[in-house]
């Protein structure tokens, strides 16, 4: 019979297992070229084509009664470079049609007696009618011209209740209306599911499939062990695509960096660990390497885009939609990338967000070594 | 002497299935076994059960003197086990594989290298060394992936249909390996589907639906049935048993 060897010189099962990761990732170098380029690639993409930054914002014009006041709003709105005014009738009936042909973004409705209302010092109502067939710009374009009317009124000094108030997050910390600043850490979140979820849910699965894994579970490795040396690479890879992804935002795009890079990188740290346990999930409870894939696909990617607030506002989903986004761990992370990059907040301003993360990793990764024990039930 | 592998009543129910039915056999230190038995008999099922990767639904089996199912670490450091699908990392080099599985074990880094070096020669595959485990014939695969399975020198190897698509020639150097194991006292347990490595066992013992059917020596199992070879036996006992189970069905 062997006996129990100890020694100092013993090398560690966890250090072998992390070697043989490391191997299998740089081995397979196309996939690896393709994992650091992503980042760069996905910055590059986001940030050119797909900016829904407004170009122009077409007007259209009701008034019902031209007068000095009228005119000199519709000065200066067509004054301005971004708006311009397609079309201007006397009855709203032109609102409709414009909308449908696509013709006009925004369509501003004066009152009877405008310049009047004004003169007299009352509220002058003015309506602003968006397509918001696309929520997202409409809101944005809406508040843009509201912004020129704000500035007439103020031009005037007339106390004037605003017409239609539209609050905009991206006004205030994003005065330069440049959506490359609100995606990048969004991208950052996108990159880091895809590495950590879809790279080890895949790697996992494949040791499934070859039946190595069931060498490695008659091994005396732990589960415990088998988990952290499986992803332990993959962060190592995660921590390099923030990095990347950081330096082409800002050396392409000037997105500003106004917090902490340290507090960035170690909350980047925090969410990888939460998409690298929640694919070690998927991988123990899927049968092959295809499932694991478009699990990890529709279980992390799908919320992690769509549900998160990277590309359709939280605020404008259906109230059951919001109710799930509370458990998207992208949804938080990138609460926190933006504070820190954009608006340069702390830990005081963001640890609920951070708590909810080493909620959801300390879940996930009980249910993961779970997940692996059950093999043996 | 206690024996190596000593299962008693292990039964393993899967829902009203019963894969595993009370089976009671005994392995002793320095034995070649071979558990026979058809596809779905229970054979994989029985040896999970023992390597610890699958719990038994009652009885209890011991393997190299540690209780399968409270002292399952114990049983796990002191085994080896080669599975049926190929159990190397194709894109890891011989040498790779070698300390990997050295490291996993707790070997120390003299350890590995010493025995790494003297398993790479006994295999010849000195000029493979540093290749790829993909590139080597599958002949030499399964010689390499049973020598590593070796490499912690375990009481115990459980080999489950090692020779599965090897040339004959490739697996007569196999059981030349398997016997060099046993001499050196390493208990080995292995399964196969082919009856004329069955009568190079020490023992054997036949599956049947989830019972041993027939146990002993391949000389007496055959003289029990009256049959000139265990191919005979073999068919003896699995026949009719499939035919009902069809019916059955």
């Known amino acids: ?377 | 002497m206690t024996a190596a592998i000593d299962a008693h009543e292990l039964t393993r129910r899967f829902g009203n299935f019963t894969a595993v039915d009370a089976i009671t056999f005994e392995v002793q230190a320095g034995e070649v076994f071979g558990f026979l038995g058809a596809n779905g008999a229970g054979k994989t099922t029985a040896i999970k059960m023992l390597i610890g990767l699958l719990a038994p639904t009652s009885g209890t089996a011991r393997v190299a003197e540690f209780d399968v199912t409270t002292d399952a670490e114990s049983v796990r450091s002191h085994i080896g086990y080669m599975s049926q699908r190929f159990s190397l990392y194709d894109d890891l080099t011989v040498r790779e594989n070698i300390t990997l599985y050295g490291g996993i074990y707790g070997l120390t880094d003299a350890e590995i290298r010493d025995r790494g070096d003297g398993l790479i020669g006994r295999l010849h595959l000195e000029d493979a060394a540093d290749a790829r485990v993909q590139s080597l014939p599958l002949g030499w695969k399964q010689k390499l992936a049973f020598s590593v399975a070796l490499l912690h020198r375990p009481a115990v190897v459980f080999l489950d249909e090692p020779t599965g698509g090897v040339d004959p020639i490739t697996r007569r150097q196999f059981w030349d390996m398997i016997y060099d194991a046993a001499e050196d006292g390493t208990t080995i347990l292995v399964t196969t589907h082919y009856l004329d490595e069955a009568e190079y066992c020490d023992r054997i013992s036949i599956m049947v639906d989830g019972r041993i059917a027939a146990m002993g020596t391949p000389s007496e199992v055959k003289g029990r049935f009256g049959a000139a070879s265990l191919d005979e036996v073999f068919l003896e006992l699995v026949r009719p048993q499939s035919v009902s189970a069809v019916q059955h069905a």
């Open chain 1, 1 to 377: 019979m062997r006996e129990a060897r100890s020694g100092s010189d013993r090398r560690s099962a966890l250090r072998a297992f992390v070697i043989k990761e490391l191997h299998h990732i740089v081995r397979d170098r196309q996939t690896l070229t393709i994992l650091l380029l992503l980042p760069l690639a996905m910055v590059v993409l986001f940030g050119f084509a797909l900016r829904n930054d407004i170009s122009e914002v077409r007007i259209g014009i009701v008034d019902a009664s031209p007068d000095a006041a009228t005119i000199a709003l519709r000065n200066r709105l067509s004054g301005n470079p971004r708006l311009s005014i397609v079309a201007v009738a006397p009855t709203a009936d032109i609102v409709e049609p414009l909308f449908r042909r696509g013709d006009a973004d925004i369509a501003l409705v004066f009152p009877v007696g405008f310049a009047e209302s004004l003169s007299r010092g009352t509220a002058a109502r003015l309506l602003l009618i968006s397509d918001a067939s696309d929520p997202n710009t409409a809101s944005m374009m809406a508040a843009y011209v509201n912004a020129v009317i704000a500035s007439y009124a103020a031009d005037r000094g007339v106390n004037r209740q605003s017409v239609q108030i539209v609050p905009q997050f991206r006004m205030r910390y994003n005065p330069t209306l440049k959506s490359v600043n609100l995606f990048v850490p969004g991208l950052i979140a996108l990159v880091l599911t895809l590495v950590t979820a879809l790279m080890t849910a895949i790697s996992l699965s494949r040791e499934k499939e070859r039946g190595t894994l069931e060498i490695l579970l008659v091994s005396p490795l732990r589960p415990w062990q088998i988990i952290v040396g499986k992803v332990m690479p993959y962060l190592l890879l995660a921590f390099g695509n923030v990095i990347t992804a950081l330096l082409a935002a800002w050396l392409v795009f000037n997105v500003p960096f106004r917090g902490s890079l340290m507090l960035l990188l170690g909350s980047s740290v925090l969410f990888a660990m939460v998409g690298l346990a929640l694919g070690v999930l998927i991988a123990a409870l899927t049968a092959s390497q295809r499932a694991a894939m478009l699990g990890a696909l529709v279980v992390t990617m799908l919320p992690n885009t769509l549900l998160s607030g990277l590309i359709f506002p939280i605020a404008s989903l259906p109230g059951w939609l919001q109710a799930i986004t509370y458990f998207v761990p992208a949804r938080w992370f990138i609460v926190i990338a933006r504070g820190i990059m954009l608006k340069g907040v702390g830990m005081s301003n963001l640890w609920k967000e951070h708590v909810i993360l080493v909620v959801m990793l300390v879940v996930l990764f009980t249910a993961a070594v779970r997940s692996f024990k059950a093999r043996l039930a």
